[in-house]
């Protein structure tokens, strides 16, 4: 037996439902990056940030279902699309027994979305954690997507700050021939 995370009491997951009911009920925001890409968020990164910073604890990828289950996994389930969309996680390979962005694509599979494992990696693993803009610009992540098929994509990573990241991921995936038509993450960690 343990406890909710959040309310202490007696629980058979890490957040219990009356918890994940009261607080991860989620409110989507949008941003237009660069060439107006859609990018749609969860939730402010102020309101899960104590959960986000469990990504790389031993309870990290039960917290990151968690929040998935609640935001991207109902947004899938109710979102239809013309033609077939994969989901990417940016960045998905393994640096702690689990890819963060993997849990978050695997959360969108639905009838229009299948997502995709191991297609981007980054050739560079610095942290951008309280960088500055000019400091993310100057030391790029380097990301080369890999798939022999040219598809349409939905960009998934667990926070968008200034953006710089996804624009990356985003011409990574158009040089190698796919289409990204969207973004989404879990948290907007934007200012004001
Ligand atoms: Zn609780």
């Known amino acids: 037996m343990i406890r909710c995370?959040?309310?202490?009491?007696?629980?058979?997951?890490l957040i219990c439902q009356t918890c994940q009911n009261n607080f991860l009920a989620p409110t989507l925001t949008t941003r237009y990056l660069a060439d107006d890409f859609k990018v749609i968020s969860?939730?402010?990164?102020?309101?899960?940030?104590?959960?986000?910073?469990?990504?790389?604890?031993?309870?990290?990828?039960?917290?990151?279902?968690i929040l998935a289950d609640n935001s991207l996994h109902l947004f899938a389930q109710n979102f239809s699309f013309d033609t077939p969309l994969y989901a990417v996680g940016i960045d998905d390979h393994v640096k702690h027994g689990y890819?963060?962005?993997?849990?978050?694509?695997?959360?969108?599979?639905?009838?229009?979305?299948?997502?995709?494992?191991?297609?981007?990696?980054?050739?560079?693993?610095i942290s951008y954690a309280g960088k500055s803009l000019q400091y993310r610009l100057k030391h790029k992540r380097n990301f080369s997507y890999h798939d022999s098929?040219?598809?349409?994509?939905?960009?998934?990573?667990?926070?968008?700050?200034?953006?710089?990241t996804i624009l990356e991921a985003k011409q990574a995936v158009e040089k190698a021939g796919s289409t990204p038509v969207f973004a989404l993450t879990l948290a907007d960690a934007r200012e004001g």
Do not use: W
Not at 5 to 13: P, R
Not at 42 to 61: C, D, N, S, V
């Open 99 to 125: 890819a963060h962005t993997a849990i978050l694509a695997k959360a969108l599979q639905s009838e229009s979305i299948t997502p995709l494992f191991r297609k981007m990696r980054a050739g560079n693993s």
């Open 5 to 13: 995370l959040l309310c202490k009491k007696i629980s058979f997951v």
């Open 42 to 65: 969860f939730y402010r990164y102020g309101e899960i940030a104590p959960l986000l910073k469990t990504k790389h604890t031993h309870i990290g990828q039960a917290i990151y279902k």
């Open 149 to 164: 098929r040219h598809r349409d994509l939905i960009l998934v990573d667990d926070i968008i700050t200034t953006g710089t």
